[in-house]
């Protein structure tokens, strides 16, 4: 039986490191059972998006929000991102959703876009310095989805130390964490979606909190979804 696994599927923080094969229906359900119990004892994981790989805690716990920083190299001056398993949950980590960025979320969720909007003054977490917003996506990877569905949203950063090359697949993440992660869901290779766009590429990060008072929309990074495809569908005026 795969370390930290027991007949109960529960999580026991043994070592190594649980490896979850996303191929096998069954250890895949076992798998996810461990992973979401991982998170609420404030652990993080590494798990699979359409883009990179990710890693990811609990956002309502700051301890955990630290020692996924602590793991990535970071401090709260870079917070992670928040993935959300629907729209719905979007709504309710925002303060509002400007209805000029509803079509982006629409044609590009789920998918390789990330919206930063003012968060709910009603939600209480630490992701860092954040200024009051949150950085949201809802990922277009099944896996991803079940897990977010068990979990609720969760905050996720690209599984790599800072400096490095986002991983692809999950030998690439075990290579840098190593048993500081104590569970990886392996759902194989992924970014394959997205061919068109140089490798190791995550979302395209779109800052929309200036929407609502009649603002511009910033474009704070480049990433798997080209911003001429965005604009299609958020015309007005974009910064940067």
């Known amino acids: 039986m795969p370390p930290g696994l027991d007949d109960g599927a529960k999580y026991t923080g043994a070592m190594p490191a649980l490896r979850v094969d996303g191929t096998d229906p069954e250890a895949l359900r076992r798998g996810l059972t461990i992973a979401t119990q991982a998170i609420a004892a404030g652990e993080s994981i590494v ?10 805690c609990d956002p309502f716990q700051a301890a955990a929000v630290e020692g996924l920083l602590l793991l990535k190299g970071r401090t709260k001056h870079m917070p992670p991102p928040v993935l959300v398993g629907s729209r719905e949950d979007a709504r309710l980590l925002a303060a509002d959703i400007p209805d000029a960025l509803e079509p982006v979320l629409a044609r590009f969720w789920p ?6 909007v003012q968060a709910s003054p009603a ?15 809802m990922p277009a990877h099944e896996v991803a989805l079940e897990l ?32 500081r992660v104590p ?14 766009n140089p490798g190791n590429s995550g979302s ?37």
């Not at 939600?123 to 996506?137: M, S």
């Not at 929309?208 to 911003?227: I, K, Q």
């Open 47 to 56: 798990l699979p998006t359409d883009t990179v790989y990710g890693i990811g």
């Open 111 to 116: 998918g390789g876009v990330t919206v930063i």
């Open 123 to 137: 939600v209480v977490w630490d992701l860092g310095d954040t200024g009051g917003t949150v950085a949201l996506r």
């Open 148 to 179: 977010l569905r068990k979990t609720g949203p969760l905050a996720v950063s690209s599984a790599n130390l800072t400096g490095e090359l986002s991983a692809l697949n999950v030998d690439e993440a075990m290579k840098q964490f190593g048993d």
């Open 183 to 196: 569970v990886y869901v392996d759902a194989g290779p992924v970014g394959h979606t997205y061919r068109d």
């Open 204 to 240: 395209t990060i779109i800052d929309a909190t200036d929407m609502s008072e009649g603002g511009p929309w910033r474009v704070v990074r480049r990433g798997v979804v080209s911003l001429e495809a965005i604009h299609a569908v958020a015309p007005g005026e974009w910064a940067g």
